[in-house]
């Protein structure tokens, strides 16, 4: 039976010798999930032993990620904002440049305000808002696979009051006509181009493609969102969009073509992330 020191060591030298980035941080993170074994534990009990199926499963989990399986996926649960997200194959990871996003519109929201989250997936944008500003939100999204984690997160998180899942395209006439009139609208939709996806990281491979690839140029979906759902905005709602890098004048272009004066704000590494405006 190995310890706890021993297999920590074993985890890190594996992912070390497969370059992944943070080793010691995602073999802590894999024996947390498999052994109930925290940072401090770690430090302070390396001698405790570790039981054959937790021995296991973390080296069933290590094999996975040296494959290139993104950690995220390997623990079935992420944090994003302070607030627990269920995810795995089939929806966007959530990351901390989206966090931006989430900064900026909560200061357009208050409780009993409606927003709507368009292109939602896990839901971490809507789900976050409501529960930092106690809004209501309309989460949009079209893939089943998606939509399910989406409704798991809305229960995982309290917010079934506040918060409803909608399947649905976004991009579609028909939805945004059934829609109701909106004080906020947030989105972050696919936005990678053909080009962009060839030279995806590994781990961002396993990612679903609908929720990246934003048409030949990257800009399909600011394009149909902007047309259809400016108009779904109520008169000095304010509306803001994660993009990619150096999308920031395009979309800031299509915002202006649809009668929303555009601003564009950094991320926490100084890149530009959010695009957004009130409706004139």
């Known amino acids: 039976m190995v310890t706890l020191g021993e297999l920590c060591r074993e985890l890190i030298s594996a992912l070390n010798a497969h370059e992944i980035e943070n080793a010691r941080f995602e073999a802590e993170l894999i024996l947390e999930h ?52 269920k995810i795995g194959k089939g929806v966007l990871i959530p990351r901390q440049d989206t966090e931006t996003l989430v900064e900026i519109a909560q200061e357009h929201l208050t409780e009993n305000m409606l927003c709507a989250d368009l292109c939602a997936g896990s839901g971490c ?87 990246l690839l934003g048409g030949d140029d990257g800009l399909e979906f600011y394009r149909g969102i902007l047309r259809l759902w400016s108009k779904r905005l109520k008169k000095g709602g304010f509306i803001a969009a994660e993009i990619g890098m150096g999308q920031e004048n395009d979309v800031m272009h299509i915002f202006e073509e649809n009668g929303i004066k555009a601003e564009v704000q950094k991320d926490y590494c100084g890149i530009y992330r959010v695009v957004y405006g009130i409706k004139s």
């Not at 395209?169 to 936005?191: G, R």
Request: charge should be negative; glycine fraction near 6%.
């Open 125 to 211: 944008i809507g789900i976050s808002l409501s529960r930092l500003t106690g809004c209501r939100v309309h989460s949009y999204e079209l893939s089943e696979n998606a939509y399910r984690y989406l409704s798991d997160n809305i229960k995982l998180n309290n917010v079934g009051a506040l918060v409803q899942p909608i399947l649905a395209d976004v991009l579609s006439e028909e939805t945004a006509m059934k829609a109701p009139e909106y004080d906020v609208i947030v989105t972050n939709p696919p936005y990678l181009t053909p080009s962009d996806m060839r030279q995806l990281q590994r781990e961002v491979s396993f990612e679903p493609e609908m929720a």
């Open 34 to 85: 498999t052994a109930g074994a925290d940072r401090l534990k770690l430090l302070t009990s390396p001698e405790l032993k570790v039981d054959d199926d937790a021995a296991k499963a973390a080296r069933d989990l290590l094999t996975r990620r040296i494959s290139g399986e993104p950690l995220q996926y390997l623990l079935g649960e992420w944090e994003f904002y302070g607030f627990p997200f």
